[in-house]
């Protein structure tokens, strides 16, 4: 039996990626009808869509449960929480009358309550919600909503009454592992239906670092164009089609680190560039293309873009262009030729590996695949770069185990 553990902050977790998630959700949905926003997290709320004028047009607060079933009752802390956040939002002038504020949560009103008076269906009673805010601010005894009963008791009631009117409640919401459907249907035309979950992963990979980027800045001129979400959902799309593959970002930017660097010391192709006493930098650049080629093509593999067949055709090209490179430096060598000069030419045949390009797909541009492949397929010793690689490749082995 797993005990829970009493300073878990998991709660928490799930609910800023919960507010994530749903930002993208909410963007995307309303991309259909406008591409003319600008949204951002944890400014005026958690969740705040704003005109390019900076105009805040609609705030949205998120509240995740996934432990238990969780109740939105009038002296629910979830709904006085976000109250405050807007009442205090228009005494101070940040939010302007008018703006659409939406509370999401996954927690479920009952009938009669004031939440559910604040539905968005033909139940809805501003009215009734009025009455029942007031009632509670005035007789709750509860300390943690103190501060927001008296932000709401401090306005007068025509402000109170154009706040409310103003605010929509949406509850039972999908928690944050339910919302891969709803997610899917925004982007259901984007890709095959076979892509979707590749390419809803890839978009919200990007997502997830650019509302970072925003979330660390200073400056709110790094708030998310709609723009840009609409830009790297085609983008994406470009990268999905028959002719092509996605390329993910975190592979393009890699930096080698050490560990990574470490893991590959022992394989065979750095040992094939040991071999004619390549650069370390040189060999630090073949480790970073192995990893990244690796990581990529695995990818690939598992979102079943490409099939095992694919990359074996791919790996004969590339093995049979070599052949033309490696045969013709072995021509010009001759026979017999002093061990400085098979190096030398051995150098030249990397050369080619690094700087050739030999697509898997047309659109497949990236360099770091055709030279990570390479790199692979010397390390299965299918290819190589000295001109008696397998032999040199076996006696160093075998020195080294000597050694060992």
Request: hydrophobic share 40%.
């Amino acid at each position: 039996m797993t005990v829970p553990n009493p300073f878990s902050a998991a709660d928490s977790a799930l609910g800023y990626l919960y507010q994530v998630r749903v930002g993208l959700l909410w963007a995307l949905r309303r991309l259909k009808m406008n591409d003319d926003f600008l949204i951002s997290l944890e400014t005026l709320d958690d969740v705040t869509f704003e005109t390019r004028g900076g105009k805040p047009d609609e705030l949205l607060q998120t509240k995740h449960h996934q432990s238990h079933e969780a109740s939105l009752t009038d002296a629910s802390a979830d709904l006085w929480k976000t109250l405050r956040v807007w009442f205090e939002g228009y005494a101070a002038k940040t939010i302007p009358f008018g703006t659409a504020l939406h509370l999401l949560t996954t927690a479920k009103a009952s009938t009669g309550s004031i939440a559910s008076f604040l539905r968005h269906d033909s139940n809805r009673d501003v009215d009734a919600a009025l009455r029942g805010l007031a009632a509670t601010a005035q007789s709750s005894i509860s300390v943690a909503n103190a501060p927001a009963y008296k932000a709401f008791l401090d306005i007068s009631a025509k402000e109170q009454k154009l706040v409310v009117e103003s605010i929509v409640v949406l509850d039972g919401a999908p928690t944050i592992s339910d919302l891969n459907a709803d997610l899917k249907a925004e982007v259901f035309w984007a890709v095959d239906r076979k892509y979707h979950d590749a390419f809803l992963e890839r978009l919200e990979g990007w997502w997830l670092r650019r509302t970072l980027k925003q979330l660390t800045s200073a400056s709110l001129a790094d708030r998310v164009l709609a723009t840009e979400i609409e830009a790297q959902m085609s983008d994406l799309r470009e990268q999905f089609k028959q002719d092509s593959l996605p390329i993910d970002d975190d592979l393009l930017t890699f930096d080698l680190d050490e560990a990574t660097q470490t893991a590959h010391a022992g394989s065979n192709f750095v040992y094939q560039l040991e071999i004619i006493t390549a650069g370390k930098r040189r060999i630090a650049a073949a480790v970073k293309d192995y990893y990244r080629a690796f990581e990529q093509r695995s990818r690939w593999l598992r979102d079943d873009l490409v099939l095992l067949g694919d990359l074996t055709q791919y790996e004969r090209r590339l093995v049979e262009e070599w052949e033309l490179i490696f045969e013709g430096v072995q021509d010009e060598l001759g026979e017999t030729v002093a061990e400085e000069e098979q190096k030398k030419a051995a150098r030249q045949v990397l050369r080619w590996a690094e700087s050739t390009s030999i697509p898997i797909r047309p659109g497949v541009t990236e360099p770091f695949i055709t030279r990570g492949s390479l790199h692979i397929l010397a390390d299965e010793v299918r290819l190589g770069w000295h001109p008696q690689f397998r032999e040199r490749l076996a006696a160093l082995l075998q020195a080294k185990e000597g050694q060992a």
